[in-house]
T-cell receptor, first 113, second 115 residues
Framework: AQSVTQLGSHVSVSEGALVLLRCNYS??????LFWYVQYPNQGLQLLLK??????LVKGINGFEAEFKKSETSFHLTKPSAHMSDAAEYFC???????????FGAGTRLAVHP | DTAVSQTPKYLVTQMGNDKSIKCEQN?????MYWYKQDSKKFLKIMFS???????INETVPNRFSPKSPDKAHLNLHINSLELGDSAVYFC??????????????FGPGTRLTVL
């Protein structure tokens, strides 16, 4: 069964600094991977998804993620953090059929001036 | 235009009560889901319906019963509420047919508090 691990439950960066949120998956077959963002008291919004096309995936709000099969990783990055990026970020993978999503534990991103 | 809507947004109730949460999507999707997010923000799928047919049924107490009157609606009924049911419940929808692994669109969540 698929599982998703997010390293670091809390990440704090300065405004303008690089954002790096880590995600590793476990699977022997190419996965379908997603990054979702959850702003306070809101639902989840898709940032980007990997579906076996290009390994570097660009998403909304300047985020991108690189799929690395050799490292079973799908880390999320943004070159320059903005205060509005402060939120909870979830990495997720399809597990089995029917679009069943398995989520990582989430990483809370704090951005300070 | 709200794509996936849930009612109510907040629900506070006593232990032992029965309550329902409603979800509607206007995206024309054929599949809907219920997720539970606990106090530590961990998200776990509970159920999924495809064209009114139950396709995912995770290990959930049978006090939880989903109902899908049509493919645009998926309701969650909870009997005999317990303290541990306190959580945020998210509804989501996606198009299962056609392209594989389409993204799921999430509703705003329903925060259930059991006292």
């Amino acid at each position: 069964a698929q599982s998703v691990t997010q390293l670091g439950s809390h990440v704090s960066v300065s405004e303008g600094a690089l954002v790096l949120l880590r995600c590793n998956y476990s699977s022997s077959v190419p996965p379908y991977l997603f990054w979702y963002v959850q702003y306070p008291n809101q639902g989840l919004q898709l940032l980007l998804k990997y579906t076996s096309a290009a390994t570097l995936v660009k998403g909304i709000n300047g985020f991108e993620a690189e799929f690395k099969k050799s490292e079973t990783s799908f880390h999320l990055t943004k070159p320059s953090a903005h205060m509005s990026d402060a939120a909870e970020y979830f990495c997720a993978a399809i597990s089995g059929g029917y679009n069943k999503l398995i989520f990582g534990a989430g990483t809370r991103l704090a951005v300070h001036p | 235009d709200t794509a996936v809507s849930q009612t109510p947004k907040y629900l506070v109730t006593q232990m032992g009560n029965d309550k329902s949460i409603k979800c509607e999507q206007n995206l024309g999707h054929d599949t809907m889901y219920w997720y539970k997010q606990d106090s530590k923000k961990f998200l776990k799928i509970m159920f999924s319906y495809n064209n009114k047919e139950l396709i995912i049924n995770e290990t959930v107490p049978n006090r939880f019963s989903p109902k899908s009157p049509d493919k645009a609606h998926l309701n969650l009924h909870i009997n005999s509420l317990e303290l541990g049911d306190s959580a945020v419940y998210f509804c989501a929808s996606s198009q299962l047919g056609g392209s594989a692994y389409n993204e799921q669109f999430f509703g705003p969540g329903t925060r259930l508090t059991v006292l």
